[in-house]
């Protein structure tokens, strides 16, 4: 029963979320360098309150976790947002705490491929002038998978979906090591995250590289190496600000004295200080993109 009123409860907020889509978009012509929305599809790496409201505000608590975020503040994508000067009510977002890639549920939540198709078959059309942001494959690895054939199906499936139905600017994030974050370190599967980490992003850095020519070059697909952000916080910290790239600041429900020199929050997720960095980056990745 608990898992029918949590499935319904996800199914009524993605609605609601795809309404408000629907009555934001704009039909004025925009260039890539006036991005107008930010729509975004993941896990809880972006996830703003999606699986907190569906929770009635169970989970993640809060405190420690800041307002339904998996972070400590802020996630990436919000920092994003404000730094292109946009307000809340031009974030759409539908990235869900534990989601997978796959095209249907796992534990009652939709996969990324599920959230980009309910958004696409939904409305009737996207918006061009809006960039949109995919970022997920983690929690396939973390949840058993041994190989990395259906997560990059699942991502390519979602991109091309989403770059087809119109969609002009997307930005597909690869993934940190998932054998150094602090809940897999100092395990006996530390190795073979790591390994099948790095087999993922050739993957999926060869994936959307057919896609865009498939596609074609007036799409502007954009790659995020947040792997090549995280070696670089865990072998330099302090060029970061960071003290600590090695153990979360979340210790059970007590929270260090300065988060913001910690690279992780808890053991899986990042702080908002390494959020913020994430979305310097992704900035950075977006500010030159060619006239469309």
């Known amino acids: 029963m608990k898992k029918k009123i949590f499935a319904v409860a996800l199914a009524l907020l993605t609605f609601i979320m795809v309404i408000l ?21 993941g896990d809880s790496l972006s996830d703003t309150g999606n699986i907190f409201k569906a929770t009635n505000g169970v989970y993640p608590p809060s405190p420690p976790y800041f307002q339904g975020r998996y972070s400590n503040g802020p996630v990436w994508v919000e920092h994003l947002s404000s730094k292109l000067g946009l307000n809340q009510t031009k974030n759409m977002n539908f990235a869900l705490g534990g989601a997978t890639t796959v095209s249907s549920s796992l534990n009652g939540i939709p996969g990324t491929l ?9 409305l009737p059309q996207v918006n061009p002038n809006a960039l949109y942001i995919l970022w997920a494959g983690a929690n396939d690895y973390l949840f058993g998978a041994t190989n990395t054939n259906s997560a990059i199906a699942n991502i390519s ?47 999926l850095s060869k994936s959307i590289d057919s896609l865009q020519k498939k596609l074609g070059f007036h799409k502007n697909i954009i790659q995020l190496d947040t792997n090549h952000l995280y070696r670089e916080a865990i072998s330099y910290p302090a060029k970061f600000g960071f003290t600590n790239v090695t153990s979360s600041c979340l210790s059970n429900i007590t929270s260090c004295k300065n988060p913001d020199q910690f690279l992780f929050w808890d053991g899986i997720h990042p702080t908002t200080a390494a959020h913020r960095i994430l979305a310097d980056a992704a900035l950075k990745a977006i500010i030159n993109l060619p006239r469309l």
Do not use: C, R
């Not at 599920?114 to 939904?122: C, F, G, L, R």
């Not at 690869?174 to 087999?199: H, M, R």
């Open 114 to 122: 599920a959230q980009v198709n309910s958004y696409t078959k939904s």
């Open 157 to 203: 499936n979602a991109v091309e979906s989403l770059l087809t139905a119109g969609v002009n600017t997307i930005l597909v994030a690869n993934l940190p090591d998932l054998g150094k974050i602090p809940a897999t370190y100092n395990t006996a599967n530390a190795s073979n995250l790591s390994f099948i980490t790095n087999q993922h992003n050739l993957e």
């Open 21 to 41: 889509a629907a009555s934001t978009q704009s039909s004025q012509s925009l260039s890539h360098e006036n991005i107008n929305e930010i729509y975004v599809f």
